[in-house]
């Protein structure tokens, strides 16, 4: 977390952000990023939401969902144009992750994130030209599938914990070790992967790689079950004398820890925005219910029990929304707010399972069986919570921004 | 020697510790087969019938040993440690719901027919309430019985009854007399009845007990099949939901001293940042807040309990604990997930099913609001 830190300024600059016009800015959203939402909405409404129930059920989606977003350029909404992306900026696939969430099943959104927002922005950044040609530009057309690896089972909120290791023999890397909780793990063409290639060396002892998953030792050891996020692959892969050349080196050795800090920043971000457009689809939901549903001879809505909380919930939604705009508008920028990204990350992830909590209250009986939506957004919810870095993560980065 | 609590015995003592063993011995190894088939095998009932565990709360007359409340409660407990919440809720719904409705209110007739095979765990009961649009509503359900000649002809719909699929007699909730509280009456329907279908809900949590939607069309029952008086079930309803509320309140208690005990030895061997997670400020204050919530739960529990069976009026301290109590146990799972990080969330870990089994606790039996809404009354408002 310290080195988290460190590279609070070191990597300003490395996001394009769009030059904002005006000097007061009522909205992060340009008319630009308006008509983005509308048309990534009916795409999401069209191609995905139908399937939502199958998928759930089948605890997997197809792979055609990649090459479909692909085609429609959302998978390149943040790239320049040259590798295929539309050029466009950080905010735009903040959209995307908000509009994919609407879709019903979390696990879709998750996956879509990993591809756009987490295992390529390093190979867009850190990458050599060959490797952006190699990966990156299917990566955006949806026909190469990534997934990152960083967490190990000795090393989830202890990142500098990576015992997986990478070794130089001649020209080559020698990479052993294990990866666990691998969103699209089962199913990805590459892993961008943290491995350790200087034991002494401390923060400065990480690099990252760009692992094709076809070679040989690599391997996905087991399918993990989880309790939510159903429709996402999520894998453990054990890693046995992966030998890669040289250029599968991605940026510069030694380098990994502060590149994976920087990677980490926009997933929190992009993670907690889908998680809240989520939570707003349940409100909305809650509301609907609560002037539907009668119990004493009147809607529950008119309840003060009830309609109290749902304007505690509306109101906590609001103010996690703001706070990761606000977060997200400066990132954008080009700014690195590390404490602002934890603070949204946190205060979201609170508020989207208080929201969670609270709908299935309201909804009751209902709430709690399989046969409506509830209970998924229920069980999905929780895993911001701990995932990308858990609560108690966050708190430690913000106390750690505070000198403490 | 004092009786602990102020309330068990050394023979509750003794009891316990039997309990446990046959708990732990018969029903823990065989949770996560359970789990995974969605379903316990009817040969637990028959096991515990044998055992004598289904008729604390009966007199010999009837197959039973009691009447204890005190022994079923410690039965209720040590359930509970079972882990598998849906094992707890499909013997809750039959040993005080279905057979103690026939016990409380019905006649030396209908106590041979019903009661008596249900101590033996060779037939299982079950209780229906709640209806499609009327939950907390209990003055509102609408399932309507008319009198024909000799019988009861049932129209209707039930939903969410624990056992209502498994149960070979159902103890229905039926209007039977005017709009509101007074026209309630308690009707028992047998399984193969015909005109009486059921169809099993599936629930995110609970997955081993049977949560039914029962259906009555022209289901037609002898007259002899009412419970007590006729357009009287309200009040005999709000009577056993005293019970009902303290043994789910005993039961979150129990579950969450359970939980909690997980997520603290997990801690103490799960390292991060080169020591355990137990050593972390953050954690042990947490636990140590768990821990404190929970000695005040049960506490209130037992208070509850031995104004219950005192015979005093305990319905304010019932609908407390049961709010408390059973929101504190979802709180803790949520939070004993939470200390387990990403395995928390992987199936394979019990800690996920801690969390969504207690989650129904805030909701069956009456939900929180409910609760808050009853001690608001007590209280004149």
Redesign the interface.
């Known amino acids: 977390m310290q080195g988290e830190l460190a590279v609070r300024t070191g990597c300003a600059g490395i996001m394009r952000a769009m030059s904002t016009t005006g000097a007061i800015r009522s909205s992060i959203f340009s008319p630009e990023h308006d008509a983005l939402r509308v048309s990534v909405r009916a795409f999401v409404e069209r191609e995905l939401a139908p399937y939502a129930e199958e998928w759930e059920a089948a605890g997997d989606f197809p792979d055609w969902v990649f090459t479909k977003l692909g085609e429609q350029g959302y998978l390149g909404l943040a790239f320049p144009e040259k590798y295929g992306g539309q050029g466009g900026d950080y905010i735009s696939t903040l959209v995307l992750k908000e509009e994919i969430a609407r879709c019903g099943s979390g696990g879709v959104g998750m996956a879509v994130a990993v591809q756009t927002d987490m295992a390529t922005p390093p190979v867009l950044e850190f990458g050599t030209e060959a490797q952006k040609q190699e990966y990156l530009v299917p990566a955006i057309r949806g026909t190469k599938i990534a997934c990152l690896g960083i967490?190990e089972p000795?090393a989830?909120?202890?990142v500098a914990?990576i015992k997986t290791t990478a070794v130089r023999d001649g020209t080559d890397w020698v990479i052993n070790g294990s990866k666990?909780?691998i969103t699209n793990g089962c199913r990805a063409h590459f892993c961008t992967l943290v491995a350790r290639t200087n034991k002494e060396a401390g923060y400065g002892g990480f690099s990252l790689f760009i692992v094709p998953t076809d070679t040989p030792g690599w391997k996905v050891s087991k399918r993990?079950?989880?309790?939510?996020m159903l429709s996402s692959d999520t894998a453990e892969i054990s890693i046995e004398d992966v030998r890669l050349p040289a250029e599968a080196l991605l940026g510069v050795e030694g380098e990994g820890f502060k590149q994976i800090m920087w990677e980490l920043q926009g997933e929190r971000l992009v993670g907690t925005a889908g998680s809240i457009a989520g939570s707003q689809l349940l409100l909305e939901r809650c509301i609907a219910y609560a002037k539907e549903r009668?119990?004493?001879?009147k809607p529950i809505g008119k309840?003060q029990?009830?309609s109290h909380r749902l304007a505690e919930m509306a109101t906590e939604i609001e103010a996690a929304r703001a706070l990761v705009y606000d977060a997200a508008w400066r990132f954008g920028k080009g700014e690195y707010p590390v404490k602002e990204i934890s603070m949204a990350k946190l205060y979201g992830g609170l508020v989207v399972n208080r929201v969670a909590n609270h709908a299935?209250?309201i909804f009751?009986?209902m709430?709690?069986?399989?046969?409506l939506p509830v209970?998924r957004a229920?069980?999905d919810a929780?895993?911001i919570?701990?995932?990308g870095g858990?609560?108690?993560v966050m708190?430690e980065v913000i106390a750690k921004t505070m000198g403490l | 020697m004092e009786p602990r609590f102020e309330l068990f015995t050394e023979e509750h003592d003794a009891f316990r510790v039997s309990a446990r063993d046959f708990i732990q011995r018969e029903i823990a190894p065989n949770v996560e087969a359970w789990e995974e088939a969605g379903d316990f095998p009817r040969s637990l009932y028959e096991r515990m019938g044998e055992l004598g565990l289904l008729g604390l709360k009966y007199e010999e007359a009837y197959g039973g040993s009691g009447p204890d409340y005190l022994a079923d409660a410690v039965l209720t407990e040590e359930i509970a440690l079972c882990g598998s919440g849906g094992v707890a809720a499909g013997i809750g719904g039959h040993k005080d719901l279905g057979s103690l409705y026939v016990y409380k209110f019905g006649d030396e007739e209908q106590r041979k027919r019903w009661l008596v095979p249900s101590i033996a765990g060779r037939a299982i009961g079950a209780f229906a309430v709640?209806e499609p649009?009327?939950?907390?509503?209990v003055a509102?359900l609408r399932t309507r019985a008319v009198r024909d000649g000799d019988s009861y002809v049932l129209n209707g719909q039930k939903?969410?009854i624990t056992n209502g699929s498994k149960a070979d007699y159902v103890v229905v909730a039926v209007r039977t007399g005017a709009e509101g509280y007074g026209g309630i009456s308690l009707i028992v329907v047998e399984k193969d009845t015909p005109g009486f279908s059921s169809r099993r809900?599936?629930?995110?949590?609970w997955r081993t007990s049977h949560?039914a939607e029962l259906f009555f069309d022209e289901c037609r029952v002898p007259a002899e099949n009412l419970l007590g008086e006729q357009d009287k079930g309200f009040v005999y309803i709000m009577q056993n939901f005293q019970w009902e509320r303290l043994i789910m309140a005993l039961g979150a208690v129990a579950s969450a001293e359970k939980i909690l005990e997980m997520g603290i030895s997990y801690a103490r061997e799960r390292?991060?940042?080169k020591r355990p997670l137990a050593k972390?400020q953050?954690w042990k204050h947490r636990f140590a807040d768990l821990a404190t919530e929970i000695t005040a739960a049960k506490a209130l529990t037992y208070h509850a309990l031995r104004k219950f069976v005192a015979g005093e009026d305990a319905t304010r301290e019932v609908s407390m604990a049961k709010w408390l109590a059973t929101e504190l146990d979802w709180k803790v799972s949520d939070e004993v997930?939470?200390v387990h990080?990403?395995y928390?969330?992987?199936?394979?870990f019990p800690a996920?099913r801690a969390?969504?089994d207690s989650?129904?606790g805030?909701?069956?039996g009456g939900?929180?609001?409910i609760m808050?809404e009853i001690i608001a009354k007590t209280y004149g408002l």
């Open positions: 967490t000795e989830g909120s202890d914990n666990i909780f993990l079950h989880k309790v939510g009668k119990a004493f001879g309840f029990a009830i299935m209250q009751g009986g709430g709690y069986s399989m046969e209970q229920w069980r929780r895993l919570r701990i995932g858990a609560d108690e708190r | 709640t649009d009327a939950g907390s509503d509102g939903i969410f809900i599936e629930t995110v949590g949560t390292v991060v940042f972390f953050v997930l939470q990080g990403g928390g969330y992987m199936m394979e996920q969390w969504r989650r129904l805030p909701i069956g939900t929180t609001e808050k």
